[in-house]
């Protein structure tokens, strides 16, 4: 059934029969849709050219639909806002931008979205800051040099009685590119440096791990036990050094270099050697040994240069390696001027100067640190060259400072 016209349409039904009838336009509903027309096409018009001139003004509810938007690449006129101006955007990215938002609500989402935007980048740059705490193309690029088998460079691990905070210390190390850990029965942490040695992808023929025998068990027999005990502890078959820590309690030069003498013959040890030893104590040493003196580690940094034990390690008839600890002085060297002059000049830390005088001088340096980030700082050390100036001015450093100096300590004797 057809549905009931209303009078409006059945007059304009009627006007366009008529028309076709005589040939002739229904002019009055023609007049009516032209009137329409131009209202319309004007109004669109005008709409159009304000949104223009407000940069993409949104035209209200549900304008959205039939907005029109900015090809990409061209400015609108009066250019970009001051803000994609400040920002340094392209052209296409300007126009991308161009558009405002239509009401106090958008305005406040713009708002909101400008400020995670500006969260993630404080969010990224935390992802980047973490990220430069890897090592990087800086840190793995370089490598201790080495003598006679031994990196002149490592890490020492005194004080480090916390296990995890040790084993992260020296897995981190492994990592950065450190072959060399120091370590020693005093310390109570073979286990943790040998739990990071055993986590760690580096295979054992690349490393270069040194223990020591308190002087409590420096006796013939208490030294074999007490080897086999840190090799237990460490998880190893054999260590690389092994050191007397100090020549006081059972110590006997013959006595207990005999029980030394023994442990390297039985491969359970590579080397021999001592530490704070005097120049007389490490001459009666080298005198005694059936094995020879490989090292004696000392503390040693720009305060306490150890000239005379240098002098006589480097003797043809004695060759013993001159291995230091405490080489930046627990961070003294913060506070001497000859040391930051050179440090400005090489851009790099007083720290990593007295690092890289000890090399100068063939001294292995073991300094000690937890933390990544002094890990890397001593590790970028290797970077880092002294001319004959540099080492010059070092040298020249009037003041002098013993940090280990206990009353038992043979130079108190």
């Known amino acids: 059934m057809d549905e009931p016209r209303t009078n409006t349409e059945e007059s304009r039904a009627e006007e366009t029969t008529r028309g076709a009838e005589t040939g002739e336009t229904p002019r009055r509903s023609n007049v009516l849709w032209r009137a329409l027309a131009v209202g319309t096409a004007f109004a669109a018009g005008f709409l159009l050219g304000k949104r223009s001139e407000k940069g993409g003004l949104s035209l209200g509810p549900g304008a959205a639909e039939t907005e029109v938007r ?18 340094g955007g392209t052209a296409d990215e300007g126009a991308a931008t161009a558009e405002q938002p239509s009401s106090m609500g958008s305005v406040a989402g713009e708002a909101e979205r400008e400020r995670e935007r500006e969260r993630a980048g404080e969010e990224e740059t935390e992802s980047e800051r973490g990220e430069e ?25 005194y004080q480090m009685d916390d296990h995890d905070e040790c084993v992260e210390s020296v897995r981190t190390a492994l990592e950065m590119g450190y072959r060399h850990i120091d370590t020693a029965e005093m310390y109570e942490n073979e286990s943790a440096v040998g ?3 055993a986590e760690s992808d580096v295979p054992r023929d690349d490393l270069f791990v040194a223990t020591k025998v308190s002087p409590d068990n420096l006796d013939y027999d208490h030294v074999l036990t007490s080897a086999e005990e840190s090799l ?3 998880g190893l078959d054999y260590v ?6 100090w020549p006081t309690g059972e ?24 530490s704070n030893f005097t120049v007389d104590l490490l001459e009666e040493a ?20 150890q000239d005379e034990l240098r002098e006589f390690c480097a003797q043809e008839d004695v060759d013993v390696e001159l291995v230091a600890y405490s080489p930046i002085a627990r961070g003294d060297v913060d506070d001497v001027d000859e ?22 001088k063939d001294v292995t340096a073991i300094p000690k640190a937890t933390s990544r980030d002094h890990l890397r700082e001593n590790w970028l050390s290797l970077g880092i060259e002294l001319d004959e100036e540099d080492v010059a001015k070092i040298d020249g450093i009037d003041r002098e400072e013993r940090l280990v100096d206990p009353d038992r300590a043979p130079w108190n004797g």
């Open 70 to 87: 900015p090809t990409p690449g061209t400015p609108e006129r009066g250019g970009p806002t001051d803000r994609e101006a400040g920002r």
């Open 133 to 157: 705490s890897e090592p990087g193309e800086d840190v793995t690029a370089l490598s201790a040099p080495s003598t006679r088998g031994m990196p002149m460079f490592g890490l020492g691990t």
């Open 195 to 197: 739990d990071a040695i």
């Open 232 to 234: 237990d502890r460490l």
């Open 240 to 245: 690389d050094l092994l050191y007397v820590h």
């Open 251 to 274: 110590y006997e030069a013959a006595d207990t270099l005999e029980a030394f003498a023994e442990l390297r013959e039985e491969g359970l040890i590579e080397e021999i050697g001592v």
């Open 286 to 305: 080298v005198d005694v040994a059936e094995e020879p003196i490989f090292a004696d580690q000392v503390e040693m940094h720009p305060l306490l240069p």
């Open 339 to 360: 040391l930051r002059e050179v440090a400005e000049k090489h851009d790099a830390t007083p720290a990593q100067v007295s690092l890289a005088w000890c090399r100068e």
